[in-house]
């Protein structure tokens, strides 16, 4: 039906060959995400063993590969499927997933900038159960290291949150050899060392605060996120708003194409 001639009325090849090209990167990205979250529940015996995915009591990093993953293989296949078929079911679900997340998106944005304090106590609240969770498993481990290196802070609004987990607390029952210290993404970097030292956060916060300053971040990550934002704040609007208009520019070329191919089809009927 694509390209013939019906009163005037044809389906436009750039739009669906743009859709259909777009949606294909999406569908194969998102398989790939799927993919490696399989991969990595599989090499921690997740999948043989199901019920271990509510076991965490902290956040399962490899939930942001599945969840997303998931996401974008539906887009993409309803998109690919539907602008190649030119079937306008999938075209309309395909526009209106896609609202469903840009509303979403509009959502979260107008409530975090209206209930400020309320997101900060629910991301502290967050940390810190991901705090306990610490040692519980690898893939959260390397999350929480990576945010503290990269902030350059410790713990949600201090090093002494790190008293929540078993490994770190300071109580006096405590055998760990980890007791009253910090995980060593909380040390300051030497630039002189190639070789990380995992064991310099060992005993820090038995010492005195001043001296804790020379070893480690004290800043939390709460407060440092918070900066980080406001330092960033252009590129993250620039980001948004970049995201926003891409979704927007879909739903339009959806729709578009669907409005083609009801009017072809309509023409037909009266041929």
């Excluded at 900060?120 to 498993?137: G, V």
Aim: with cysteine; charged share 15%; glycine share 8%.
């Amino acid at each position: 039906m694509s390209g013939n001639h019906y009163k005037g009325h044809e389906v436009s090849c750039c739009i669906k060959y743009f859709i259909f090209g777009f949606n294909i990167l999406f569908w194969l990205l998102g398989m790939a995400l799927v993919g490696i979250g399989l991969w990595a529940w599989s090499e921690k015996g997740v999948l043989s063993n199901i019920s271990s995915i509510t076991d965490l009591g902290g956040l399962d990093p490899v939930w942001l590969f599945m969840v997303v993953g998931a996401v974008m293989f539906i887009l993409g296949f309803a998109g690919c499927i539907g602008a190649l078929r030119e079937n306008t079911f999938l075209l309309k679900f395909f526009s209106v997933f896609l609202g469903i997340i840009f509303f979403l998106e509009l959502t979260t944005g107008v409530l975090a900038f209206v209930f400020k304090d309320w997101i900060k106590d629910q991301l502290n609240l967050f940390i810190n159960n991901n705090i306990r969770a610490y040692r519980d498993d690898i893939d959260l481990q390397n999350l929480i290291d990576f945010t503290q290196e990269y902030w350059e802070c410790c713990g949600a609004f201090g090093a002494d949150d790190w008293n929540l987990n078993i490994y770190f607390n300071c109580t006096d029952g405590n055998p760990s050899r980890e007791k009253c210290g910090v995980p060593f993404s909380c040390c300051t970097k030497d630039p002189a060392e190639d070789v990380i030292n995992t064991q310099c956060g060992y005993d820090i916060r038995a010492k005195p605060d001043s001296e804790q300053k020379d070893h480690i971040n004290v800043k939390g990550c709460v407060p440092q996120f918070e900066k980080w934002l406001q330092d960033n704040l252009t590129l993250v609007a620039g980001i948004f708003i970049g995201v926003a208009l891409l979704q927007i520019f879909g739903i339009c070329l959806a729709q578009n194409l669907v409005s083609d191919i009801e009017a072809v089809r309509a023409s037909c009927f009266f041929t």
